[in-house]
């Protein structure tokens, strides 16, 4: 049985360290005259707090890692009936803040983002499925310097867990081993949802978080394309999220919303035989401004792709091995980072 390829859960499930609340109070402070002035004790309060803290600015800007940047070649190839498979990620991501020259700011950070996931194929309606379900851990350490001065901070603690159903909607009905082995891919189209759930570390309080405290859902659709040793793949989606009642502020912590991001992904591989496979991978995302304490702020819209490779090899009749790297290509807001991922999985099929 091929290899079971999944999503890069590392890419999938990481979420930004920092609430969108902060951001939307800095906003107003960074720009090349205003940042200056904070300096001089003319800012609101909110401003005030990079001049005691210049690290605060890397949070405020430069951490907009959102879930729209997933690359995940293959994710809606199909599997035999009662397919399981356990994965173990390892993901380095290390990114600055390029400002251009127009505030004096300097800010980096390194962070890893180990993530155990597990997968299982099921019957629904007739159609080949499966779920998936993704539990992150990420330990970070985060610097900026402004004007001569330079903080750091760390943390470490539980991301948001994550959850993925998907079923085909053509090409793929459900098989059992010995009807998947004579089966042969063609065009392929599939549907899933994704669920974060906000039940990773998170502070009001806190400017620096790994959980996001609301709900995320996307539902999406993908095409799989097979043409004799190449497999065309795109998907498009759609995030929604809900309501966080207690986003960063100041004095006290207020409510924070975000409209949805679309996101398109698009990835090109090439077969070598026995499971081994590697893939030119690239993705587009745009919308989700946010809305602080009633004021929406249209500067906070996102606009920006991602380019990357995967390769992924088997190494035994259950085993497997995936690495992955990625780097921004455009960013109109947010954090630019770059990433490099390697997953080992055990896989095998179970008895119905």
């Known amino acids: 049985m091929p290899a079971i390829q999944q999503e890069s859960a590392a890419t999938a499930y990481f979420t930004r360290y920092a609430t969108d609340g902060l951001k939307r109070h800095m906003a107003a402070c960074l720009s090349a005259t205003g940042f200056l002035a904070l300096w001089k004790g003319s800012r609101p309060k909110a401003c005030t707090l990079v001049k005691r803290f210049p690290w605060i600015a890397l949070i405020a800007v430069g951490s907009n890692f ?27 991501y290390s990114g600055g803040l390029n400002l251009s020259g127009s505030i004096p700011v300097t800010a980096s950070g390194t962070y890893n ?49 994550g959850f993925r159903f998907s079923i085909n909607l053509w090409g793929g009905p459900a098989m059992n081993l010995e009807q998947f082995s004579k089966w042969k891919q063609k065009n392929i189209l599939g549907a899933s949802l994704r669920v974060i759930a906000p039940t990773g570390q998170y502070r009001s309080t806190q400017l620096v978080n790994w959980g996001t405290n609301r709900w995320a859902l996307k539902p999406e659709f993908g095409y799989s394309g097979r043409y004799d040793k190449w497999v065309l793949d795109s998907y498009a989606g759609l995030w929604f999220y809900s309501r966080n009642p207690a986003d960063f502020g100041i004095p006290q912590p207020v409510p924070q919303t975000e ?94």
């Open 259 to 352: 409209e949805p991001i679309g996101s398109f992904e698009g990835h090109l591989s090439r077969d070598f035989g026995r499971g081994t496979w590697v893939s030119l991978d690239g993705n587009f995302w745009w919308g989700g401004v946010t809305t602080v304490g009633g004021v929406r702020n249209s500067a906070t819209r996102q606009t920006s792709s991602r380019l990357g490779g995967t390769a992924a090899f088997r190494v035994s009749q259950h085993q497997s091995l995936k690495v992955s790297y990625s780097g921004g290509t455009y960013v109109r807001y947010g954090g630019n980072y770059q990433n490099v991922s390697l997953a080992w999985q055990y896989s095998w099929v179970g008895k119905p």
């Open 66 to 92: 959102m879930l729209a940047q997933d690359l995940a070649p293959r994710a809606y190839v199909i599997t035999p009936l009662h397919s399981n498979a356990v994965t173990l990620t390892g993901a380095f």
């Open 113 to 161: 983002v180990p993530i155990l996931t597990y997968y299982h194929s099921l019957n629904a309606f007739g159609r080949s499925a499966n779920i998936t379900a993704s539990l992150p851990y990420g330990v970070g350490n985060f610097q900026a310097a402004a004007l001569g001065k330079q903080k750091s901070a760390y943390r470490s603690g539980l991301l948001d867990l």
